[in-house]
């Protein structure tokens, strides 16, 4: 069988179930890692020895493995540059030995300045190349990573996130004997801060607005050190005691600046106001309203905004 025929082998459509039911994928991440050059947009991809093919930089999840660390992690390993995400590509779903794989994608652009490759070889990846976008296509092994490219090609490389976080776990209010605002993270939460940096951090390094509840500047306070990155409340993102405890429309206000300012932040909020900033942002950007706009406690929306439009959008808890 030929390099091609295998591609097209690979591509065929997984099935949803089998005499058995329903098989679990292998879960694998990656990204269409990219850079402007004299040559124009430029991508990378790796020569594998074992198997004589050219691919996109990807890999297998570990067991539990946020899909945001593990795509990380196995371009760095594949490639021996850091990815900075951008944004989500549509997942490829085929079958590999019979067994269906589900990647899930991004594309990124490399943290080191230039994107110099400085990869040794190895018996895993003996080639790693920046190589024009108009010829990527032809160099890929794969059909399936063709089509990857081709959904890169279609959208904005160029995008920034606009992360909007609602605050880790506190516990109950009606345990804690003191001011609301003061009430801190418990140690599902505390522990969840300390994960954030590495999730977060994934997308660069945005700075951060947040609510002045503790509970909110408690969730994001690792990430702000280790990353060494602005941290600022404001008071229109803060759940307060009384009646209202919250402005809509002030909150509202607040986020459209940070949409129209065009620059990465991280927004950390409560859930009382995670729905109604979502549907600002998805208005401002033109985009349909999803049903599903709340988050629950550890949970983030990412959107991902090119020209005042939605390139796109996607959710995660900070546990994966």
Known sequence: MSAGDHGAAAAAPAPATAAGGYLEPIRAG?????????AGTEVVLIRRPARDDWTLPKGKLKNGEHPIIG????????TGLTPVLGRRLP??????????KQVE???ATPAEPGGAI????????????????GEAGARLTYDHDVQVLDTFRAGPAETFPVILLRHLSAGEKRTWDGSDLLRPLDDVGRADALALPRVVGAYGR??????????CTESVLPYTVEGDVRL?????????????????????????????????????THGELVPDLMEEALTRLGAPITQQLGLRKGS???????????AGVERHAVRG
């Open 232 to 268: 600022r409340t404001e008071r229109a993102f803060t759940v307060r005691e009384g009646t209202p405890s919250y402005d809509v429309d002030a909150a509202r206000e607040a986020f459209g600046r940070i949409l129209d300012a065009g620059r990465p932040a991280v927004v950390c």
């Open 206 to 215: 945005p700075d951060v607005v947040s609510s002045a509840a503790a509970r």
């Open 30 to 38: 990656g990204t269409v890692l990219w850079r402007r050059s004299g």
């Open 118 to 133: 400085d990869y040794q070889a190895n018996e895993e990846v003996d080639r790693v190349e920046w190589v024009p976008v």
């Open 71 to 78: 795509a990380v992690r196995e371009v760095q390993e594949e």
């Open 91 to 100: 997942p490829q779903r085929y079958l590999k030995d019979g067994w269906p």
């Open 105 to 107: 994608w991004w594309a």
């Open 300 to 310: 983030f929306w990412v959107l991902h905004v090119a020209a005042g439009a939605l």
